[in-house]
């Protein structure tokens, strides 16, 4: 089965502060790759999402980032956090497995603390 | 509105009721799946239905049941046989299970067992 890490379970940071979250999976064939995000109080929604191409990508309120296949890391990253990026984030993946098409395999979580 | 549903947003129960988690769909979605998240744990899949009719045992299936009847709802019973069922339920949908395909989430179901 695929298994999906997130190494930092709790991250503070000050406004303006640079923020990497990494991810590492697993699984050694095609992959897609997700990062969600859960605001206090909100529904889970996509930030991003690789599925081919650059392996640099951008998605919404700034953030970013990079597909490694050679390290199976998807990290997350944006140049400057704000006090309203305080949430959970999720690193999520699926493959082209038949057996599972379709499923998503999710990280345990990083809790992201933004000080303003 | 198009989006996913889920009813009630707290739900409370004794120890050894059976309780069932309602998810609608106006999305048009095939597949549709239920998470549990706990703290710390990230999201476990339970469930998932890629068809009407049709559902698959996710990683943690055992103490709860469903259906899939219709195409927009997925309704996930928890029985009196799960353990430790206090958490919160997540429901999504996608379109039919292809792995180029986005999960879009319901906003959750908070069940205590009391």
């Known amino acids: 089965a695929q298994s999906v890490s997130q190494h930092n379970h709790h991250v503070i940071l000050s406004e303006a502060a640079s923020l990497e979250l990494g991810c590492n999976y697993s699984?050694?064939?095609?992959?897609?790759l997700f990062w969600y995000v859960q605001y206090p109080g909100q529904h889970l929604q996509l930030l991003l999402k690789?599925?081919?191409?650059?392996?640099l990508v951008k998605g919404i309120k700034g953030f970013e980032a990079e597909f490694i296949k050679s390290k199976f890391s998807f990290n997350l990253r944006k140049p400057s956090v704000q006090w309203s990026d305080t949430a959970e984030y999720f690193c999520?993946?699926?493959?082209?497995?038949?057996?599972?098409?379709?499923?998503?395999?999710f990280g345990r979580g990083t809790q992201l603390t933004v000080w303003p | 509105d198009g989006g996913i549903t889920q009813s009630p947003k707290y739900l409370f129960r004794k120890e050894g009721q059976n309780v069932t988690l309602s998810c609608e769909q106006n999305?048009?979605?095939?597949?549709m799946y239920w998470y549990r998240q706990d703290p710390g744990q990230g999201l476990r899949l339970i469930y998932y239905?890629?068809?009407?009719?049709?559902?698959q045992k996710g990683d943690i299936a055992e103490g709860y049941s469903v259906s899939r009847e219709k195409k927009e709802s997925f309704p996930l019973t928890v029985t009196s046989a799960q353990k430790n069922p206090t958490a919160f339920y997540l429901c999504?949908?996608?379109?039919?299970?292809?792995?180029?395909?986005?999960?879009?989430f319901g906003p959750g179901t908070r069940l205590t067992v009391l």
């Open positions: 690789y599925f081919s191409g650059d392996p």
């Open positions: 999504a949908s996608s379109w039919t299970g292809s792995r180029y395909n986005e999960q879009f």
């Open positions: 999520a993946v699926n493959d082209d497995r038949g057996s599972t098409l379709g499923r998503l395999y």
């Open positions: 999305l048009n979605h095939d597949a």
């Open positions: 239905s890629q068809i009407v009719n049709d559902f």
């Open positions: 699984y050694g064939g095609t992959v897609n």
